[in-house]
T-cell receptor
Framework: QKEVEQNSGPLSVPEGAIASLNCTYSDRGSQSFFWYRQYSGKSPELIMF????GDKEDGRFTAQLNKASQYVSLLIRDSQPSDSATYLC???????????FGQGTELSVKP | ETGVTQTPRHLVMGMTNKKSLKCEQHLGHNAMYWYKQSAKKPLELMFV???????ENNSVPSRFSPECPNSSHLFLHLHTLQPEDSALYLCASSHYVTAGGIQETQYFGPGTRLLVL
């Protein structure tokens, strides 16, 4: 079992729709969860992080964490073609521990 | 711009060459990282330095040799690489705080795309 799993996609959504990106992790002791966006040929850039169960909103982005289910998701409202990228989920198992990345989900937003 | 720079941005080298990748961070961080990103594979952590001391070597072959002269600079020395080492090499930095929290968020440089012939 992979430590951090994501559906590789591609996930295709129409412009203006909600894109839902999912991530599961295997270590129950994981404490910090990060979403990065990576455009083709570019380096990852941080979108959001979340530590507590529940929802965290930042603009069009909402991160959701459910530690009991070992599940973290990213919702993108009013998706735009410029949101088309690969979204990486990353999990840190303990304070100071290394960041474990999923393989990423490719999102395509169609005009 | 994230405050982390990498040079060169592209590198082509033969298997017998020796080259070095450079990373510099201007964020006041004290932890620096090297990652390898190959096509269709997750980011792989290679090395971690905290306060200039190497704290993690993720079973990386000895043909990759890191160097961290100070908290702002990180090098990756390459020698006798193999074609399968062709990948995007990413440097990242963060604060290192045992209490955790936002300060451990890692910020990535633009990467060096390496092709080994």
């Amino acid at each position: 079992q992979k430590e951090v799993e994501q559906n590789s996609g591609p996930l295709s959504v129409p412009e203006g729709a909600i894109a839902s990106l999912n991530c599961t992790y295997s270590d129950r002791g994981s404490q910090s969860f990060f979403w990065y966006r990576q455009y083709s040929g570019k380096s990852p850039e941080l979108i959001m992080f979340i530590y507590s169960n529940g929802d965290k909103e930042d603009g069009r982005f909402t991160a959701q964490l459910n530690k009991a289910s070992q599940y973290v998701s990213l919702l993108i409202r009013d998706s735009q073609p410029s949101d088309s990228a690969t979204y990486l989920c990353a999990v840190k198992r303990r304070q100071g521990g290394k960041l474990i990345f999923g393989q990423g989900t490719e999102l395509s937003v169609k005009p | 711009e994230t405050g982390v720079t990498q040079t060169p941005r592209h590198l082509v080298m033969g298997m017998t060459n020796k080259k070095s990748l450079k990373c510099e961070q201007h964020l006041g961080h004290n932890a620096m990282y090297w990652y390898k990103q190959s096509a269709k594979k997750p980011l792989e952590l290679m090395f971690v330095y905290n306060f200039k001391e190497q704290t993690e070597n993720n079973s990386v072959p000895s043909r990759f040799s890191p160097e961290c002269p100070n908290s702002s600079h990180l090098f990756l020395h390459l020698h006798t690489l193999q074609p399968e080492d062709s990948a995007l090499y990413l440097c990242a930095s963060s604060h290192y705080v045992t209490a955790g929290g936002i300060q451990e968020t890692q910020y990535f440089g633009p990467g060096t795309r390496l092709l080994v012939l």
